[in-house]
């Protein structure tokens, strides 16, 4: 077997594998990306990124945390923003010639669990709950249960200070800010079709994220 230690590095509490340079297609044409993969304790984490210097510069970075969605990344389900939001992410990262993704493998659905998400998909449509909020709650789940440690650490790891978050979610911030980053709100709005009004009417009212969508838009 050939010895690939040397691709495989440890950092005290996590290591990572790589890099792998990788030519992606991003609007119609063809960009490099790094990725390195981090593992802490087996939660796993894609990390993909550009950047024009050896190190990043301090000015804010571009950076999107893509949670593990397979409705969308596998069945290209319509009914959620996922694809259209890490697709638009390596779009705005190549045209500014830096910036990261990471890819948190092990958040299904806001960190359920890949089975647990396919019973809030089926009992809510049986049921009529829509899927972002009320299905959770009738299944004894909380809305939310994702961590950000570790990708704080991923942060730390590339020396990231400064980022430019692109979400729509204000309270994300909170958990960088708290680790001494400094955060600037970049929203992520894919323009509305009939298939995301249900998730953007919860998203911007029950969860109080950042949408600019006007109301008259997310009525049926």
């Given at each position: 077997m050939k010895n690939t230690t040397h691709t495989i590095q440890q950092y005290g509490h996590y290591s990572v594998t790589g890099p792998v340079l990788l030519p992606l297609t991003v609007d119609n044409t063809v960009a490099e990306f790094t990725h390195e993969g981090f593992s802490f304790s087996g939660r796993l984490?894609?990390?993909?990124?550009?950047?024009?210097?050896?190190?990043?510069?301090?000015?804010?970075?571009?950076?999107r945390i893509c949670s593990n969605c397979q409705w969308a990344f596998y069945y290209?389900?319509?009914?959620?923003?996922?694809?259209?939001?890490?697709?638009?992410?390596?779009?705005?990262?190549?045209?500014?010639?830096?910036?990261?993704v990471i890819f948190a493998h092990d958040h299904h659905g806001k960190g359920v669990g890949i089975q647990d998400h396919w019973k809030v998909?089926?009992?809510?449509?049986?049921r009529g709950l829509e899927l972002v909020?009320?299905?959770?709650?009738?299944?004894?789940?909380?809305?939310?249960?994702r961590r950000y440690d570790d990708i704080i650490d991923i942060l730390s790891h590339y020396n990231i200070?400064?980022?430019?978050?692109?979400?729509?979610?204000?309270?994300?911030?909170?958990?960088?800010?708290?680790?001494?980053?400094?955060?600037?709100?970049?929203?992520?709005?894919?323009?509305?079709?009939?298939?995301l009004k249900e998730e953007y009417r919860s998203k911007?009212?029950?969860?109080?994220?950042m949408l600019r969508v006007s109301d008259r838009n997310l009525i049926d």
């Open positions: 984490y894609g990390v993909l990124y550009q950047k024009t210097k050896k190190l990043f510069s301090q000015q804010h970075i571009l950076l290209g389900s319509n009914y959620c923003d996922c694809q259209w939001q890490i697709d638009e992410a390596k779009k705005r990262i190549f045209d500014t010639g830096e910036g990261m998909y089926a009992e809510g449509q049986y909020v009320d299905a959770y709650e009738k299944l004894g789940f909380k809305e939310d249960y200070k400064n980022i430019r978050l692109m979400t729509n979610n204000p309270n994300r911030k909170d958990y960088f800010t708290q680790a001494g980053k400094d955060v600037i709100i970049e929203p992520l709005e894919q323009p509305i079709n009939p298939h911007k009212y029950k969860l109080d994220h």
